[in-house]
Structures are given as structure tokens and as C-alpha cells.
């Protein structure tokens, strides 16, 4: 736990900590020996430094800034299995050579590419020359979020880009390494598709198969998310536990059967090195990713209590294999897997200590489901702001169905692959039926409007108090006042998020990349100005727009006003609207949207002492896509926002017109991200901004915001923010003025771009 804590407090630095702390560890050892408590503070340093270390070896691999959008020659082999997108493909590659103009240059070892080439197919294990452009790692930044950022550094990316067509990819060998892993991962998956073809079950029998999930559909994992059964899919901790299991005590039993044969090797000590050897090979198949790596630890750990014929508690074991992963890995603390696996871990240790040896096995099955439920409920409320509430009893129906037969049967036909395909066909389709029939029980359970219970991340000490309650209610029998663990739960529900006052505005730009999304709430009343982009399958609504409004517990929307019907402001509208109950849908575009009404200047209303005003479109400025835009006005006692969407200089010319001064305003959204084509002088001077705001992705290609522009607004001494160096963007404007804070300088971590 001190390890623990030391890596803990690093994941929390804006800059690591100088190694020169780790000089201190010699002097705590001394006292440490006579008094073993100061065992704390030595491996609390050392798991500090531990970290510190790793994670500078990651940094130091980082793209150099002059190499930023430059063309550049690089020769590596492809990792992992290439993911196929709506527009190309997807895949890592370890760099082994970079040229720029025939010099060699210094790249990150491990890189992320695109490629739209569709003739383009690289396949696992293979070696390529390509032209590619790379940027250094940069994400959205807004609360409640994803960590995009921490993602690719936990994987050691420190490069993204996409390959360029003016040179056409050379493969550079001619059949990849025989004991290439992601070689035999791939080719498998491909098989079991071939012989499961229009199956829509395929997807994930290839996932138990070789731990590639990346093509189970969207609406699959929404079931499973719903239903709590996500851990089912891919080659997890589970069901490499099961597979070890199922071989220990078949081996073991095999092992004596001769007799003799446990007189050079006892029985269990066979039985625990076959153990191993399957984990490990089953884990290959996952191609030894993160989530692998640390059940094949625990596992390690586990056995060598048998190894060593020594019984150890099952307690001290798990603290052993905690301290072992991060002592592989410090870095696992970044993956919710991490905390999970070992949390599910302590909760079963915990209920299932004691004579439960009178209880059906189906009792014990349905008690460990709903103590894990439980006993997760707080870290699932802190990371992931929701938990399922049929979670126990899909369990109960998956997991035998899942770890009992379909890994099974998926197993014995990926062995059978080789000399009889045939009967491994039917053996997938078995498995597959099986799904089939299970998956009507997991949607019945989803669809329920019940089924999942989703509210704003806690605080710590409500999740603190929620901890306290999980331990009373899954304390022994007998233990006194376990019903006052209910008590300590309920801060983890009645803890809401702050709320504007009356007459308050908060205002926040959120950070979409090239797109623009807004939320303005007042006391009572929530209003969505855009939602951002579209990439394929990938939307902004559902990525930052939805998270964030759950973070700040908004659970309806009063008004959603979409501009226009460029995608970088429409493209997330969707997900929204079938995400949150929306009361009212104005929009310029209203023939594209369900339940829209078509937004004109002269509307207006007001919430809680803030008064709402479109002042454009007006009828002359329909049908230009741009000028079509809806252009928003908040006014109140403590200062106004306008947010006038992709207006250009003959929209901006038309309001200066009409409204004069009176579109002053605190606080200015950048007509059209900053482009050249507005932010006009005298729209400028009418408005007479405190703060301009550009809402525009990192070194996006239009290279929004202009320099021109920017000037512009220099000169008259606006203060000036951007969504990509700045993240989310939030205003609060009350009584004390108006008070402002960039979310990626207040939560600043060590692995942001610079």
C-alpha cells in the first residue's frame, strides 16, 4: 500500500520529481531495520522514484517539436492487429529507422498512423517503408472526459500521425517472423470470421479467441456495458484464471495417476507449472497486452505459494502480486483494469472467508456476484460515473455461460484449426449459438429502464464513506450494526455538484479539437450551444458532451441550439439527442433534426434571471451555410456572452448594423474558430470583448486561429484563450465578477503536451 500510494502521488504531478529524492531511501533503511515501520516511508519513496523513473524514460521518447508536420521516412514493423476504420486503418508501429530529406532523425520508438490508402493492408508482424507526418499526443481535455492523452502514454505512444500518398508504402520483408505473436493472432481472427461468415456472434468469439474486441458492434457493448458483463468479453483475468484452474487439477490428477510419478514431482507442483504454462500461452493469444500481463502475475504469485510448499494467506499473496505488477508496470495505476481486477479480487477474499461449506454452489455464485456489485459500487461511481443495477444476475447467467462453455469451445476449435477445420467450424458456431441464446437474456436485461444508474463522480470523502459502508454490509454474520452501512452509503448519492445562484451564469467552451461545443447553465436551466464533430464512427457528443454534462450533473437539457450543418458542429448532435431528454431543439438546419424548430433572430426567453437572445439568422441571411448560422446572446446583471457560431464579415457587418453597441458582451466565442474570414475590426469594436475564445483543434489544418486575426484582437487588449492549449474553458460570472479557469492548467499531469 505504500508502494502504492508513492506511485499515486507521482500520477498527481503536473512535473516529475527530481531522482536525486532517491538518495534519501539509504538513510530510511537504517531506522527501518530496528523498526519496521519505517518500512512505510522507504518503499512510499521508492514507489514514488519507481515511477518517476519509467515514466521519464517515457518522456524522454517523445517527438521533437521541430519535427511537428514534416514529412518524414520511417521504417518499423506493424504491432498489434491493424483496426479497420470507416475511412482506412488503424495500427501501431515500431519504429526501427526515421529520415528526414535522406537524414536520420529521432522519432519515438512506438508510433499510432492512419492510413485512408484503402489498397494500403497491412497485416501484423510485417515491415514497411512509408511517408508519414506525426504530431506528439494531444487529447480533449474537459471534465468527466476520457484521458486520451494518458491512454497513449500508458502505451507507450509518444508519436500519431497518418501516412502520406506521395510515396507508396514498400514492404520491406516478405513473410513475417514464424514466432511473431501478432502474426498468428491476426491470421487466426481471420479464420474464425471465414468460418463464421454473417455471424454477428463472430466478433466475439474472435475476441475469446485472441483477445481482439475491436470488432464487436457498438450496440453489443452497450449491452454489455448496461448488463455489467464487459469483463466476459476478450481474453480477461478471468477466464485465464479459469483455463489455469481447469488444467491444475487435470494435470494433477493425471500426474499421479502412474503412482511414481510423484516421487520425482509432487502432483501439485505439476500441476502448477501446467497452470502457468497455459495462462501463458493463452495470454499470448491476447498478444500479452496490459490486462494479461497482470492476471499472469497474480497468477504467478498464486502458484508459487505451491511451488514453494509454503501456505500463504491469501491476503499477503494478493498484496504480493499488487506489489509485483507495478513493480513491472507502475503505469497500470492509469487503467481502470488495474483497480477492478484487484478490487474484485479483495471483495471475494473478503465475503468468502469463513465455513461456507453447507451452501449450494449456486447460492455462492449468486452471494460473490452481488458482493462484487456491491463492493465495486464505489470505484465504479468514481470512475466511470455509473454502475449497473442488473449486473448480479446477468453475471450469474454469463460467466458460466461464458468461462464454462463458450471459452471452452472456442478454445478447443482454435486447437482444432490446424488438422480438422471442419469440426472447429462447428465447434465456433456452437459457441456462437450459445451466445445467441444467452445474449436474448443480456438485451431483455439492458432494455430495462433500470437497468443502469448512472450521477456525477463523488466526492472523496463520500467515496471514503462509501468504502466504510461496503465493509459493514459485507461484514461477517454477526458482526454488530451492519445495517448502518446503508447510513455511510448514501453521501456517494446525495452529494450533488454545485449549482449557479440565481442571476449566475457559468459558461464552458468545451474542448472538441476543430468543432465547437458550449454549455451555458443557469440556477435551474441547462442549455447546449453545438456538440462539436464527427469522425466515422467517433462523435463528440458522445465522447465529451455527454460526460461532461454528467459530470456537472445536468440530466436533461432545457434547450439545444445547433448553428448549423457543418459536421464539426452537428456531428455529435445525435448522440446527444439519444443520450439526454432534450426539451427544445432550435437549430438553422431543422429539416435534418427530429423535433427542431427553425431559430430566427427576435427569439428570446429567460431563465432564472438570465435572459436569452438570438439575433441571427434573419431572413436574408438563410441558406448561406455559414451566414446561416444561429448567433446566441446571454445576458445578465454580471455580464454577457455571444456566441455567433461560423459567422463571416457579411453576417458580422448585418449585426453591427442592427445592434450597435448592444452586442457588447464579457466574453466572445470567435466567429468562425478564428478564421480570416471574420472577426472583422468593427465587429470587434462593437462587441468590445474582455476575453475571446477560439474554439480550434491542435495544429488543425486550416490553422485556425489566422495570425491576422489574433492580432486583431491583441491590439485592443483582449485576453485571449484556445481550446487546444487550454482544454475546456470554464466562466463563471456572479456577483464577486467573473471568474475563469482553463481545465488542462488546473489538472495539469506530467505526460500533457507541452
Given at each position: 500500500?505504500?508502494?502504492?500510494?508513492?506511485?499515486?502521488?507521482?500520477?498527481?504531478?503536473?512535473?516529475?520529481?527530481?531522482?536525486?529524492?532517491?538518495?534519501?531511501?539509504?538513510p530510511l533503511l537504517w531506522p527501518a531495520i530496528r523498526r519496521p515501520l519505517w518500512f512505510i516511508p522507504v518503499f512510499f519513496l521508492a514507489g514514488a522514484m519507481w515511477v518517476s523513473f519509467r515514466a521519464?524514460?517515457?518522456?524522454?521518447?517523445?517527438?521533437?517539436?521541430?519535427?511537428?508536420?514534416?514529412?518524414?521516412?520511417?521504417?518499423?514493423?506493424i504491432v498489434d492487429i491493424p483496426r479497420r476504420a470507416e475511412f482506412g486503418q488503424r495500427f501501431e508501429l515500431e519504429v526501427a529507422r526515421a529520415e528526414l530529406d535522406g537524414e536520420a532523425v529521432h522519432v519515438p520508438r512506438k508510433i499510432l498512423l492512419n492510413s485512408r490508402e484503402y489498397s494500403f493492408q497491412p497485416r501484423a508482424g510485417e515491415t514497411w517503408r512509408l511517408l508519414v507526418r506525426l504530431n506528439r499526443p494531444h487529447g480533449y481535455q474537459n471534465p468527466g472526459g476520457f484521458d486520451y492523452e494518458a491512454h497513449l502514454f500508458r502505451d507507450r505512444i509518444r508519436a500519431k500521425g497518418y501516412v502520406r500518398d506521395d510515396m507508396a508504402?514498400?514492404?520491406?520483408?516478405?513473410?513475417?517472423?514464424?514466432?511473431?505473436?501478432?502474426?498468428?493472432?491476426?491470421?487466426?481472427?481471420?479464420?474464425?470470421?471465414?468460418?463464421?461468415?454473417?455471424?454477428?456472434?463472430?466478433?466475439?468469439?474472435?475476441?475469446?479467441?485472441?483477445?481482439?474486441?475491436?470488432?464487436?458492434?457498438?450496440e453489443q457493448w452497450q449491452v454489455l456495458r448496461r448488463t455489467g458483463t464487459l469483463h466476459l468479453v476478450a481474453i480477461s483475468g478471468l477466464h485465464i484464471s479459469l483455463i489455469a484452474g481447469v488444467v491444475f487439477f487435470m494435470t494433477r490428477w493425471l500426474w499421479a495417476l502412474p503412482g511414481t510419478t510423484v516421487l520425482r514431482l509432487p502432483a501439485p507442483q505439476f500441476g502448477a507449472i501446467c497452470a502457468l504454462l497455459a495462462a501463458a500461452l493463452y495470454a499470448a493469444l491476447a498478444g500479452f497486452v496490459v490486462p494479461t500481463q497482470r492476471a499472469l502475475i497474480m497468477l504467478t504469485v498464486a502458484m508459487a505459494g505451491i511451488l514453494l510448499r509454503r501456505r500463504f494467506p491469501p491476503s499477503q499473496l494478493l498484496a504480493v502480486a499488487g506489489l509485483a505488477v507495478l513493480l513491472y508496470d507502475p503505469l497500470a495505476v492509469m487503467s481502470a483494469g488495474f483497480w477492478l481486477s484487484f478490487a474484485a479480487v479483495a471483495v471475494i477474499l473478503f465475503v468468502m472467508h469463513g465455513d461456507r461449506s453447507g451452501k449450494s454452489v449456486a447460492w455462492k455464485l449468486g452471494y460473490i456476484q452481488w458482493a462484487i456489485a456491491l463492493g465495486m459500487l464505489p470505484l465504479m461511481l468514481a470512475m466511470f460515473q455509473q454502475v449497473s443495477l442488473v449486473a448480479p444476475v446477468a453475471n450469474m447467467l454469463a460467466v458460466p455461460v461464458f468461462d464454462l462453455m463458450a471459452v471452452p469451445l472456442t478454445l478447443l476449435g482454435t486447437l482444432m484449426l490446424g488438422f480438422a477445420p471442419d469440426v472447429?467450424?462447428?465447434?465456433?458456431?456452437l459457441a456462437a449459438w450459445l451466445l445467441q441464446m444467452l445474449w436474448q437474456a443480456l438485451t431483455w436485461l439492458a432494455d430495462l429502464s433500470f437497468s443502469q444508474w448512472t450521477q456525477p463522480a463523488p466526492v472523496w470523502w463520500a467515496l471514503l464513506c462509501g468504502a466504510i459502508g461496503v465493509a459493514l454490509l459485507l461484514a461477517p454474520r454477526g458482526w454488530p450494526a451492519r445495517w448502518v452501512g446503508v447510513v455511510w452509503l448514501l453521501p456517494l448519492f446525495m452529494v450533488r455538484p454545485p449549482v449557479p445562484a440565481a442571476g449566475e451564469v457559468w459558461f464552458t467552451l468545451l474542448d472538441v479539437g476543430q468543432g465547437l461545443s458550449a454549455v451555458v447553465r443557469t440556477r435551474e436551466h441547462a442549455l447546449l450551444f453545438d456538440a462539436g464533430p464527427r469522425f466515422g464512427d467517433f462523435d463528440t457528443g458522445k465522447a465529451v458532451v455527454e460526460p461532461y454534462l454528467r459530470a456537472v450533473g445536468v440530466r436533461r437539457l432545457n434547450s439545444f441550439l445547433i448553428s448549423h450543418k457543418d459536421i464539426d458542429h452537428i456531428g455529435g448532435a445525435k448522440s446527444v439527442l439519444h443520450g439526454l431528454p432534450v426539451e427544445k431543439v432550435l437549430s438553422s438546419v431543422p429539416?435534418?433534426?427530429?423535433?427542431?424548430?427553425?431559430?430566427?433572430?427576435?427569439q428570446s426567453w429567460n431563465w432564472d434571471g438570465v435572459d436569452f437572445d438570438v439575433l441571427g439568422p434573419d431572413d436574408a441571411g438563410a441558406g448561406r451555410r455559414n451566414d446561416a448560422s444561429c448567433v446566441l446572446r446571454v445576458r445578465s446583471r454580471h455580464g454577457n456572452i455571444l456566441l455567433p457560431a461560423d459567422i463571416e464579415a457579411k453576417s458580422e457587418k448585418k449585426l453591427v448594423e442592427t445592434w450597435g453597441d448592444r452586442l457588447r458582451a464579457e466574453i466572445l466565442v470567435a466567429p468562425h474558430h478564428g478564421s480570416k474570414t471574420s472577426s472583422t475590426p468593427a465587429f470587434i469594436e462593437a462587441v468590445a470583448p474582455r476575453y475571446v475564445l477560439f474554439p480550434a483543434g491542435y495544429r488543425n489544418r486550416y490553422r485556425h486561429p489566422h495570425p491576422v486575426v489574433v492580432q486583431r484582437y491583441v491590439d485592443r487588449g483582449v485576453i485571449l484563450y484556445d481550446s487546444a492549449s487550454s482544454g475546456a474553458l470554464e466562466f463563471r460570472l456572479n456577483a464577486n465578477g467573473l471568474d475563469v479557469a482553463a481545465y488542462r492548467a488546473r489538472h495539469r499531469r506530467y505526460w500533457y503536451a507541452d
Open positions: 500500500m505504500a508502494f502504492l500510494s508513492g506511485v499515486l502521488l507521482v500520477q498527481q504531478l503536473a512535473v516529475l520529481p527530481s531522482l536525486w529524492w532517491t538518495l534519501l531511501l539509504a521519464g524514460i517515457i518522456l524522454d521518447d517523445s517527438l521533437p517539436h521541430e519535427l511537428e508536420g514534416r514529412n518524414l521516412v520511417v521504417e518499423g514493423r508504402p514498400q514492404r520491406l520483408d516478405r513473410v513475417p517472423a514464424w514466432y511473431d505473436i501478432d502474426r498468428w493472432r491476426q491470421d487466426l481472427g481471420d479464420r474464425i470470421h471465414s468460418l463464421l461468415q454473417d455471424n454477428e456472434y463472430a466478433a466475439i468469439i474472435v475476441a475469446l479467441a485472441n483477445g481482439d474486441s475491436r470488432g464487436v458492434g457498438a472447429a467450424g462447428f465447434l465456433f458456431k429539416e435534418i433534426l427530429p423535433m427542431a424548430q427553425l431559430c430566427r433572430s427576435g
